[in-house]
């Protein structure tokens, strides 16, 4: 029992990049067990050849089902699929991506295979033949290591973690039969941030805002900086300009709000209470920049910027843009 599933998000038909990070991280588990990769998605008709790409990612056996009532997530389609196949195969571990929809989905699937879910991991390894997860909590204070009494191991795993890795992967194709009814849970309709932006949980780089930005007319200034750092970079804010109106919910960081683990975060104006810290203390570099050189987050910050960010932000994304030769 060695084999590990990995559960390929897509959005209509594309891949989401949590997909190929989850791929990922379930070639690097079934690397050190001896197994096999498998992947399965459930999506609209023609979605069954995006996920086949998989291979370059490691995966070696890539089961898809396709149907014109997949276009939407289906969770009691995915969690049919998922129930096929733990009942054919034996797992050592499934893995989902700890996405909005990983985060619905993961638990339905423990429930039905009366499995355990560790969520959020954050690492993994192998100990004695048998997986082991690091994951956070205490709203991130702390980390523990889960180890499983029972296989599958059900974990999901923190987008922007595990980094992509092309590995080539045998990618057998194999087509599942999986109905759409019963349907107990229907999701309609879907409303999706503005076009074409990007999500602050899948960003690499996350410019956020905090109450020292004192209105929500002053943002052009944290949009000039996240043009300056160019693709890949969103932004984020704390909850009380969420709450405060200034923000949309969708960018809000945190406990109540979305967990980011970007390589490069930058907090302006942020105190860094323990619930802001608890949606972003794994980014791989951390910069603030605050007035206060008492404020909390510069407990967690890498580079610190005691300043009025009013002064600062220009000037930095005055040097970014000439550092990156965008002029300035
Ligand atoms: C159950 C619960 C859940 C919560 N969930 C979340 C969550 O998900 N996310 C979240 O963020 N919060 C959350 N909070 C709220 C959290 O406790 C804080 O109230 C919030 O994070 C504070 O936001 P802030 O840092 O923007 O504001 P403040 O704490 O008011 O900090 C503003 C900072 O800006 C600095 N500043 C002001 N002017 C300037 C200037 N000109 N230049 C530089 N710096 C300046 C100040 O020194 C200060 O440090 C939650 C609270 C509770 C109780």
């Known amino acids: 029992m060695s084999d590990v599933l990995a559960y390929a998000e897509l959005r209509g038909s594309q891949l989401r990049g949590v997909a190929r990070e989850t791929v990922t991280g379930a070639r690097r588990l079934a690397d050190e067990l001896g197994g096999d990769v498998h992947v399965v998605s459930v999506g609209p008709p023609g979605s069954g050849e995006e996920v086949a790409s998989l291979a370059d990612y490691g995966a070696d056996r890539i089961f898809t089902a396709e149907d014109g009532e997949f276009g939407a997530y289906h969770p009691d389609a995915l969690v049919r699929a998922f129930q096929y196949l733990a009942d054919q195969e034996e797992y050592a571990a499934i893995l989902f991506p700890a996405s909005a929809r990983g985060k619905d989905l993961a638990p339905r699937v423990a429930a039905r295979l009366g499995r355990g879910l560790a969520t959020e991991i954050t690492d ?10 690091t994951r956070p909590t205490y709203a991130d204070k702390a980390y523990a290591r889960v180890g499983f009494t029972e296989s599958p191991a059900l974990m999901s795993i923190r987008p922007n973690v595990f980094i992509p ?3 080539q992967g045998s990618g057998e194709h194999e087509e599942l039969e999986v109905d759409a009814d019963p349907v107990r849970t229907r999701v309609s309709p879907v409303e999706t941030s503005e076009e074409g932006k990007l999500d602050v ?10 109450r020292g930005m004192q209105g929500p007319d002053n943002w052009s200034l944290l949009e000039d900086l ?5 693709p890949g970079t969103a932004l984020g804010a704390s909850r009380a300009v969420v709450d405060a109106g200034w923000r949309p919910h969708a960018e809000q960081v ?10 490069l975060y930058v907090a302006v104006g942020i105190s860094g209470a323990i619930q802001h810290l608890a949606g972003m203390r794994t980014s791989n570099v951390i910069v603030a920049i605050n007035k206060d050189p008492e404020a909390p987050i510069f407990d967690v910050a890498d580079y610190g910027i005691i ?5 600062v932000v220009p000037e930095l994304t005055e040097e970014i843009r000439k550092i990156r030769g965008d002029g300035g």
């Open 165 to 167: 890795e092309e590995s």
């Open 226 to 230: 996240v043009d300056a750092l160019g």
């Open 124 to 133: 993994l390894e192998v100990e004695d033949g048998e997986p082991v997860v």
């Open 254 to 263: 945190g406990q109540t709000g979305k967990v980011v683990s970007p390589n």
């Open 201 to 210: 949980a899948e960003a690499s780089q996350v410019v956020s805002g905090g």
């Open 307 to 311: 300043g009025d960010l009013f002064e």
